[in-house]
């Protein structure tokens, strides 16, 4: 018997030196100590704020998903050209109406690392400069979501996920969120979403869960 324990012990050191290696070795390790993302200063957040105008152009109309695979079918093309067609199509388009499209380093995670609190989502709710994005799917959407929020799944048809990154306003201050709590989705479209060049993107970890609870 204790020989077995003996065994059992040692097969778990052996799991856990593994973890930690392929961890270590990964291109995003996950942090060994759980750390809280610092949350945003309202300074921050007002003076970013001033430097959106409140009239701004309205989102640019996706493309429909039926022209995007009836073009599929008469041209044989896999589902992944066309969505590099159709990012590049509405990139081209939002470029010739002046929307701004500065280069954002993709490995600079210095905006979606920061978060915003219940009481910073609360007082901005209804300011236009703000745009809230819903990562969860669209069913936990129907039930329930945070104020004019936009829904955005990042695991749903990938094709029409990118249209709806690509056709967002670019001179917005975006707040993204999920579930909340351990819910990566938020983080998940962030980073395509830093990858597509938007910039001011910051994450309310306490999501719909405390949302839900705070706002009475």
Request: net charge neutral.
């Amino acid at each position: 018997m204790k020989k077995l324990g003996l065994e059992i012990a040692a097969i778990v050191i052996v799991a856990v030196l593994l973890a930690l290696l392929t961890n270590n070795f990964a291109a995003k390790p996950l942090p060994l100590i759980g750390h809280k993302a610092p949350i945003v200063a309202d300074n921050l957040l007002d003076s970013l704020a001033a430097q959106v105008p409140i009239a701004t152009k309205p989102v640019i109309e996706n493309t429909t998903i039926s022209k995007v695979e009836t073009q599929e079918k008469t041209t044989g093309k896999t589902e992944k050209e066309n969505t590099k067609e159709t990012i590049k199509d509405i990139a081209s388009v939002n470029k010739n109406d002046n929307v701004k499209t500065d280069n954002v380093n993709p490995d600079d995670k210095s905006n979606i690392e920061k978060t915003v609190t219940f009481a910073q989502v609360k007082q901005r709710l209804n300011d236009p400069r703000f745009f809230f994005i819903d990562a969860r799917n669209a069913e936990e959407f129907a039930k329930g979501h945070i104020g004019n929020s936009v829904n955005i799944f990042p695991y749903e048809q990938e094709v029409k996920y990118m249209e709806k990154i690509m056709t967002l306003p670019r001179d917005k201050i975006f707040v993204i969120y999920c579930t909340g709590g351990t819910c990566d989705l938020s983080h998940k479209v962030a980073d395509d979403m830093l990858g597509a060049g938007f910039k001011n993107i910051f994450i309310f970890t306490g999501g719909w869960d405390e949302w839900n609870k705070q706002k009475k």
